[in-house]
């Protein structure tokens, strides 16, 4: 009966619609089981997004990892990098050509090796002064404000460079001038004459050999000179010339310009009075070289003067420069008769030589250089004694002190600076120092001072313009 009462309530209830707390029960289960379908429904997609998530990035990791591989082992950064060096080279490059180009505009198309070094240095360090002659393996490293580059500035210029007396130095000196004076008669001129000294606003010359008595130009002089070849035993020699006592020049020569004969200071002739000896004898020797219209059958292009050979001077201060590496020399005392020489101020012998020096080190450095010692042995072209061909120094046209006024100054095959009386009484051959006969003569060039010089790529030599 209870069964059947509570089962009508319930119709009761669900009819008017009363909700009893047994449904209030059942739709809580049922939305909690809905709640909870529903969430494990998010988690499952949540879940597989983020996994594909994680898979993508490794994948992006791998694929990264491969291009940077293959982008180094390529080479693609290292190939930027030489692209850009190369650019900036490129562009430093320009810049110095631009300014070599200017240059060369205000002077006619060239340039010197002063001008060269100055525009080098506004972006090289290190840039060596005197520029070599040869500049196509010259490496220089640009400056920090242009990245510290190594650049050849034979890539850059290698055309001829311009020398003048103003940039020339001691580094030069011993470089061959094509300066057309034939001295060996080859018909070659570009190997006879080499730079000897210059004093900042003229360039000398010497020849490079002693000069044959067959050298027309010398034939020619030593006859205005009133010189003889010389002859032993009735063997003429074929590269000395002599003076002698019964026909010594006349002295008609004043120390500065005159219009009969012109030895001007620039050849260094100034430590000892001539005029005030030219009764000596060899005064009247030494003036005879000296005088520059015996000696013009040696002007060519570009000369304004040439004398008979260096004047003791001259070969001294062209020696000194040499500075550490030759042993100083000096000439700065004289007496009546002409030069003392030696290695100490004001010196008082008549005698130096090169290949040694008592208390000083072993000089055979400049004994070897054939700028100022061309030969070492006392015979020319291999003909060993044979008289013709023997020759043993060379006139220096200065006059030595002592011995009555009767030597001048000689350059020896041996290494010394010595009385020409003194080299012959050494020998055992008593005659006149100015009768010396193994002498031979190596004539001295002054160019004119507008002149330059250009050594063009390839060259040995410098052409004269």
């Known amino acids: 009966m209870l069964k059947k009462k509570t ?14 707390q047994d449904d209030l029960h059942f739709e809580e289960q049922t939305q909690n089981k809905n709640s909870l379908k529903a969430y494990s429904n998010l988690t499952s997609k949540n879940g597989i997004t983020l996994i594909a998530l994680i898979i993508t990035i490794i994948l992006m990791l791998i694929l990264v990892s491969v291009s940077v591989s293959i982008s180094i082992n390529g080479g693609l950064f ?54 070599p002659d040869d500049l196509s393996t010259l490496e220089l490293t640009t400056n920090s404000e242009y990245g510290k580059q190594k650049i050849i500035i034979g890539e850059i210029y290698n055309g001829g ?9 001691v580094s030069n000196y011993g470089e061959y001038v094509n300066y057309n004076i034939d001295i060996d008669g080859d018909g070659i001129t570009s190997d006879d004459w080499r730079i000897f000294y210059t004093d900042n606003e003229h ?21 205005k000179s009133s010189m003889k070849n010389t002859e032993v035993n009735g063997v003429r020699k074929y590269y000395c010339d002599i003076w002698e006592e019964s026909n010594l020049p006349t002295y008609n020569c004043n120390i500065e310009g005159s219009e009969e004969c012109s030895f ?26 000296l005088c520059t219209k015996n000696w013009e059958s040696f002007i060519a292009y570009g000369a304004e003067y040439a004398i008979g050979g260096p004047t003791i001077e001259m070969w001294i201060n062209s020696w000194n420069q040499h500075d550490g590496n030759y042993i100083k020399l000096y000439c700065n005392n004289t007496d009546n008769n002409g030069y003392f020489v030696g290695n100490t101020d004001k010196p008082n012998s008549t005698n130096i030589n090169m290949q040694y020096v008592s208390g000083q080190p072993e000089t055979k450095e400049g004994y070897y250089d054939e700028l100022y010692f061309p030969h070492r042995i006392s015979y020319m072209e291999d003909k060993n004694n044979n008289q013709a061909y023997t020759c043993h120094t060379y006139w220096l046209a200065s006059p030595a002190a002592n011995y009555s006024g009767e030597s001048l100054i000689l350059a020896t095959y041996n290494g010394s600076l010595i009385a020409s009386w003194q080299a012959f009484n050494d020998e055992n051959e008593q005659t006149k120092g100015y009768s010396y006969v193994s002498a031979a003569l190596r004539p001295v060039v002054c160019l004119k001072a507008e002149v330059e010089l250009i050594k063009h790529e ?7 313009k």
């Open 7 to 20: 089962k009508l309530c319930k119709e009761i209830n669900t009819n008017i619609g009363i909700v009893t």
């Open 78 to 131: 290292s190939t930027a990098q030489h692209a850009k060096k190369e650019t900036e080279i490129t562009q430093i490059k320009k810049m110095v050509e631009q300014d070599i180009v200017s240059k060369q505009v205000e002077n006619d198309g060239k340039i010197s090796n002063e001008d060269l070094r100055i525009i080098l240095e506004k972006y090289f360090d290190d840039v060596p002064n005197p520029l």
């Open 161 to 169: 460079l311009m020398q003048t007396a103003e940039s020339l130095n």
């Open 203 to 223: 360039i000398f010359l010497i020849s490079a050999d002693y000069v044959p008595n067959s050298n027309p130009n010398l034939i020619e002089a030593v006859k």
């Open 264 to 289: 001007p200071s620039l050849f260094e002739f100034t430590g000892y009075d001539i005029n005030a000896h030219k009764d000596n004898p060899n005064s009247k020797c030494v003036a005879s070289l």
């Open 458 to 464: 390839g060259n040995t030599y410098y052409d004269i």
